[in-house]
């Protein structure tokens, strides 16, 4: 069975400032995909980004990016110039490559972004 | 192009009630998942269903029942309700084929007193 670990309950970032959320998983599986979810107030369960195991380049979406280390099983997620809409519940998810293509997600890390 | 839809929005039942939330998709996905999501846990699986007419359980599936209904609906029942239960549930639907990020409804945020 997989683990994912976030292990920042909360974080707070001044505007504009770059912050990075912290993500761990376990899993003896070779081929992944990991995912970065935003829930902001409004509870919608945003995709912020995806990571594919087998690609070594670090996904970027914008501002968002990854740092994936596969040795190490972290994928970190870094907000660079952040704003008051990147508010919000932060999840980390794992999803096995074949399969159900079911979600295993950690317990979030809840974002302040402060003006 | 609604995406996926779950109704009612909100709901509070006494312990011992039942009730069924109801999913429906229209990007004509074959797999359905049912999460909840309680603080400090993150959103953990309860059943899925790999394709029409399939069902599984997941991670939390006691005191759950689902139901594939068709390709588009997929609705979660709970028979005796109880607080433990009180929770936000997330349906979501995924395509088969090249994994893809699930696509998830608004939530459901279920008291039950």
């Known amino acids: 069975a997989q683990t994912v670990t976030q292990s920042q309950p909360e974080m707070s970032v001044q505007e504009a400032e770059t912050v990075t959320l912290s993500c761990t998983y376990d899993t003896s599986e070779n081929n992944y995909y990991l995912f970065w979810y935003k829930q902001p107030p409004s509870r919608q369960m945003i995709l912020v980004i995806r990571?594919?195991?087998?690609?070594?380049q670090n996904a970027t979406e914008n501002r968002f990016s990854v740092n994936f280390q596969k040795a190490a099983k972290s994928f970190s997620l870094k907000i660079s110039d952040s704003q008051l809409g990147d508010t919000a519940m932060y999840f980390c998810a794992f999803m096995k490559h074949g399969g159900i293509d079911k979600l295993t997600f950690g317990t979030g890390t809840l974002l302040a972004v402060q003006p | 192009n609604a995406g996926v839809t779950q109704t009612p929005k909100f709901q509070v039942l006494k312990t011992g009630q039942s009730m069924t939330l109801q999913c429906a998709q229209d990007?004509?996905?074959?797999?359905m998942y049912w999460y909840r999501q309680d603080p400090g846990m993150g959103l953990r699986l309860i059943y899925y269903s790999a394709s029409e007419g399939t069902t599984d359980k997941g991670e939390v599936p006691n005191g759950y029942n689902v139901s594939r209904l068709n390709k588009r609906e997929f609705s979660l029942r709970l028979e005796s309700a109880a607080p433990s239960q009180t929770s936000v549930y997330f349906c979501a639907s995924i395509p088969q084929g090249i994994p893809q990020p699930q696509h998830f409804g608004d939530g459901t945020r279920l008291s039950i007193l």
């Open positions: 990571q594919e195991a087998y690609k070594q």
């Open positions: 990007m004509n996905h074959n797999s």
